[in-house]
């Protein structure tokens, strides 16, 4: 049987000022849908101004919520396909 290879890219997109980061991910699926997520930083006025740290927090964030979201939408299609309730595991 001949195996299909499947691959997700994934865009993460930053904005920043002087104080907080925000990162805004998208997934797009192979059925034409998509899913984003997004995730926020703060920068502690006495810490130094490190734009890279702050990405990362924020990038990790989104990428953490848009991971959970695609868990929910395949569990919803596994509860909507099989007609019972399907548990996650988190």
Do not use: C
Not at 5 to 15: D, I, R, S, T
Request: aromatic share 4%; glycine share 6%; hydrophobic share 40%.
């Amino acid at each position: 049987m001949l195996q299909t290879a499947v691959g997700w890219h994934v865009e993460l997109e930053f904005e920043e000022d002087t104080h907080r980061t925000r990162a805004a991910a998208l997934v797009r699926l192979a059925d034409g849908s998509e899913v984003r997520a997004h995730g926020y930083a703060s920068r502690h006025p006495a810490d130094s101004n490190q734009a890279r740290v702050g990405e990362e927090i924020a990038g990790a964030r989104a990428l953490n919520e848009l991971a959970m979201k695609l868990l929910t939408k395949a569990h919803d299609e596994i509860d909507e396909a099989s007609g019972r309730t399907s548990h996650p595991l988190t």
